[in-house]
């Protein structure tokens, strides 16, 4: 456990001492770059269930913490590169015109899982965002935890964007 932590300490260490370098010759992208690596927002999308409001949260967090941004896209069948939904192709260039790295993930089946799932296996992640507690449990097939047993498994805080709510 305490080498784990040392060996962790270490590499924040190595990327701090290379963005230092990377500044001081102007490189202040490349700078920025180790400073981002180890922190990241998933935004957790369902098919069908893009809200605006939700995308532009996961935005801005994203450019406040200096994290990258993981799109977990979760549909109820096997989605096609093709067939990616007009909104998610206009925020993926929201995201380039912001400078945020992202990186899309696509899965089948119910979200709360995928979630769950994804936290477990990427330990990077500072928090969730999905947008409403409906989407959270379409295409599950156990309707009785809902969101208590996710928060209950999640790793990482998780934010509700609710789409009614004021801004």
Partial sequence: MVSMKFKKMLKN???LLAAASFAEEGESETARSFLR?????????????????TLKYALNTSKRNNAQLDILYVAAREVPQGETPPQLLQYESELRAAGVPFRVVRQTGCLKQAIIDYTKREKEIIFA???????????????????????????????????GAGA
């Fill in 37 to 53: 690596e180890g922190r990241r927002v998933l935004l957790a999308l369902k098919e069908g269930w893009i809200d605006i409001k």
């Fill in 13 to 15: 260490v190595e990327n």
């Fill in 129 to 163: 965002v999905v947008e409403s507690t409906d989407s959270v449990d379409a295409d599950c097939d156990r309707k009785d935890a809902r969101l208590a047993e996710l928060r209950q498994k999640l790793k990482c805080p998780l934010v509700v964007v609710l789409s």
